[in-house]
C-alpha cells in the first residue's frame, strides 16, 4: 500500500513538473490596434500580419525552442484603453508587443512597456514624439511625421505656387502632428497656407467647413487625419461642385478609403512607404495572403516585419528574455518583408523615406 502511495505520488509530481515546464514553454507576443471603432480596418491590417507571421514561426519550431503564443489587444485608437491593454500585455507576461497604430495610443502605452521592460515596436505610429520622448525599449518600422510633412510640404509649395492651400487637422497626435509638419515644411519651401483649421473626428457632417473652402476659393487642401473623415470631406466637397484637390497622409492606405468616397476620391494623393508589396523579399508571403483572401495593403506587412524583428534578435540572443533580446536590437541588422533594416539610437528605422501614391478606380499607385 505504502508503495503505491509513493508511486502515486511521484507521479503527481512528474506532472506537476511537466505542467510547469509547459507553462513555461510559450513565449507571449502580442499585437495591438484598433481592432474596433471606426479606424478598425487599420486594426484587422495589424491582426493580419501578426497571425500570418504566427503561422510561420510556429511552423519553425517556434523561437528558442519555445511555441510562440499571440495575444490580440483593442485599444480603438483611444490613449485610455491603449494603457488598459498595456498593463494587460504585462499581466500576461507579454514580452514583445508589434503595435499600437495610433500614435496617440503608442505614446502614452510606451510609458508602460518601458516601465514593465517589454519591447514596443509600432509597425504604424509616425508621430515624432514616439520615439525622441520614448524609453529604450521602444521602437517603430514604420517613418515619422516629420519625414513624411519635409515630402508633403515641399510637393504643396512646389505644385500649388501662387495658389491656395488650406491644412486640416482633427486634433489627435497623429493628425496635428503630420499637419504641423507639412504646414512648417510647406511655409519653409516658400508657400503660407490659407486656412488652417481643426475639425472633430467622429463626425458625420463637415458641409460647414467645406463651405469655408469653397468661399476661400481653396485649391488644395491637406489633411492631417484619417481615410473616414477625410473619405467624408472630398465627397461632401465633390458635392458642392468643388474640384479641389484633397492631399493627404499614410492613414488613407485602406481600401475603406474608397469605400467612403466611390469616384469622389478619384485623383486623390497621399505619402506613405514605397510599397512593400513590390519588394522580392515578401513575394511568397504576398501570395499566401491572397491565397487566404487578404490583401496586404497598408501595414499589413509591416507588422508582419515587426516581429520578425523580434524572432530574429532573440534567435541571435540566443534567449527570449526581453532585456537581453533588445541588446540585440540596438546593434543588429534584420531582413524582413519589408527590406532589411535597423534602427538608431532613438528605436527609429533605417528605410526609405516617403513617396506619392494616387487614388484612381478603386485602388491606390505609387507616382
Not at 255 to 264: C, K, L, R, S
Request: charged share 25%; glycine share 12%; aromatic share 8%.
Amino acid at each position: 500500500m505504502l508503495r503505491t502511495f509513493n508511486k502515486l505520488l511521484s507521479l503527481i509530481a512528474g506532472t506537476l513538473m511537466l505542467a510547469t515546464v509547459s507553462a513555461k514553454a510559450d513565449v507571449v507576443v502580442a499585437s495591438a490596434g484598433p481592432m474596433s471603432g471606426q479606424y478598425a480596418s487599420f486594426g484587422a491590417q495589424l491582426k493580419a500580419g501578426a497571425e500570418m507571421w504566427l503561422k510561420h514561426v510556429n511552423k519553425k519550431g517556434g523561437i528558442n525552442g519555445e511555441k510562440v503564443k499571440l495575444e490580440i489587444g483593442d485599444d480603438a485608437c483611444d490613449p485610455k484603453q491603449a494603457v488598459a491593454v498595456a498593463n494587460k500585455f504585462a499581466g500576461q507576461g507579454v514580452a514583445y508587443v508589434a503595435g499600437h497604430f495610433c500614435s496617440g495610443s503608442s505614446i502614452p502605452a510606451s510609458a508602460v512597456y518601458n516601465e514593465e521592460g517589454i519591447i514596443q515596436v509600432s509597425p504604424a505610429s509616425t508621430n515624432p514624439a514616439l520615439t525622441d520622448k520614448g524609453g529604450k525599449y521602444t521602437f517603430r518600422v514604420c517613418g515619422r511625421d516629420d519625414q513624411q510633412g519635409e515630402v508633403a510640404g515641399k510637393f504643396l509649395a512646389d505644385n500649388y505656387k501662387g495658389k491656395k492651400v488650406a491644412i486640416l487637422h482633427d486634433k489627435t497626435a497623429y493628425g496635428k502632428g503630420l499637419a504641423d509638419a507639412t504646414r512648417k515644411n510647406m511655409k519653409k519651401a516658400g508657400l503660407k497656407e490659407a486656412m488652417y483649421e481643426a475639425y472633430t473626428a467622429g463626425e458625420k457632417d463637415y458641409s460647414a467647413l467645406v463651405s469655408k473652402l469653397k468661399s476661400n476659393n481653396i485649391d488644395a487642401v491637406y489633411l492631417g487625419g484619417y481615410h473616414t473623415e477625410g473619405g467624408l470631406i472630398v465627397r461632401q466637397m465633390r458635392d458642392q461642385g468643388m474640384k479641389t484637390k484633397l492631399i493627404s497622409g499614410d492613414a488613407l492606405v485602406t481600401a475603406e478609403y474608397w469605400d467612403i468616397t466611390g469616384d469622389a476620391g478619384e485623383g486623390t494623393l497621399m505619402t506613405f512607404s514605397p510599397d512593400p508589396r513590390n519588394n522580392p523579399a515578401a513575394a511568397d508571403v504576398v501570395k499566401e495572403f491572397k491565397a487566404a483572401g487578404i490583401e496586404p495593403e497598408g501595414y499589413v506587412l509591416y507588422s508582419y516585419a515587426a516581429l520578425q524583428v523580434f524572432e530574429q534578435a532573440a534567435n541571435q540572443a540566443g534567449t527570449n528574455d526581453p532585456a537581453k533580446v533588445l541588446k540585440v536590437m540596438r546593434k543588429g541588422k534584420f531582413d524582413t518583408v519589408i527590406g532589411s533594416l535597423s534602427f538608431d539610437k532613438k528605436g527609429d528605422v533605417s528605410l526609405p523615406g516617403y513617396v506619392f501614391y494616387e487614388w484612381s478606380k478603386g485602388n491606390y499607385k505609387e507616382l
